[in-house]
């Protein structure tokens, strides 16, 4: 076990400025490029074996062929309020660029969604900001499972309304969603997806798992953006919100963690218990730091 001392751990910029600078969108996994044509596209009924993609009870129909202005509606429109949770529609590796995800399918299918939200919640302020738009541990290139948290249906870009657009690719070209869609699997809730490093925290303690956002030594906190919190009863739960939490870790024992592996995105747990912080406030002390991967 390494035991380190938190010095200094403050980012310069945001989360956003970090990720929007081209370290997304990565030329190696490449989006599927649907046809912009008014000629007929493909009709034939291949069911591709998927998890529904947006949780909930949405709306939608087939859309797919359409006739918009000038092109063809190449994906179906899955209608749902604004920050309604949006999984992976089968396993694959994930990029992603604004307002926008692809996966390339295990499966050797690939799936693409578009018109993630765009605004801080309750507004239209097109703020774009990274955690308002996707989950907190979806990384360029990482490998997803089906059902994981993705991100939130929002109205970015063209969107007349919030929705998610959804697309499916085989080695060919692009499909009808519709009847996969049809036969996909139905789930409530998003699947957590972590490493299980610990099996449950200690008695009277949670463990919380999250993406570092931020540090600093004055007062000595972390703020991390949650992915799921497990009690000391081995109960897992995910979140399914932007969450955002201010840890104090004055006294925490840090395992196997080095000062520069803590960039914005690098998924950590930190066992903790309610408390006074060192500013006399209610809030989370953490007993132990480590890396979740």
Known sequence: MVTIVLASILISGSIDDLYWNGKWDKSALPPP???NTLDVLPQDRVVVPITFPVLGSPLWKDNFNEIRSGFRHTGIDIRAAKMTPVVAPFAGRINMKLHSFWIYGDNGYRCLGTHLNSDRPGTKDDSNLRDNMFAPNMLPLAHVEAGQLIGYVGTSGDATGPHLHFEIYDSGGILNP????????????????IASSIAKPDEGCVRLIGAYRSGSTTPPRIRMAL???QTADGKLSGYTSPSIVDVETELARWEGIRRAELDPGQVIEIHCKAGKTSDGKAGWIATRIKRND
Request: aromatic share 4%; glycine share 0%; no cysteine.
């Open 33 to 35: 490029v649907a046809p």
């Open 178 to 193: 519709f009847p996969s869609l049809v036969a996909s699997t139905k789930i409530s809730s998003p699947k957590v997806i």
């Open 227 to 229: 992915v799921a919190k």
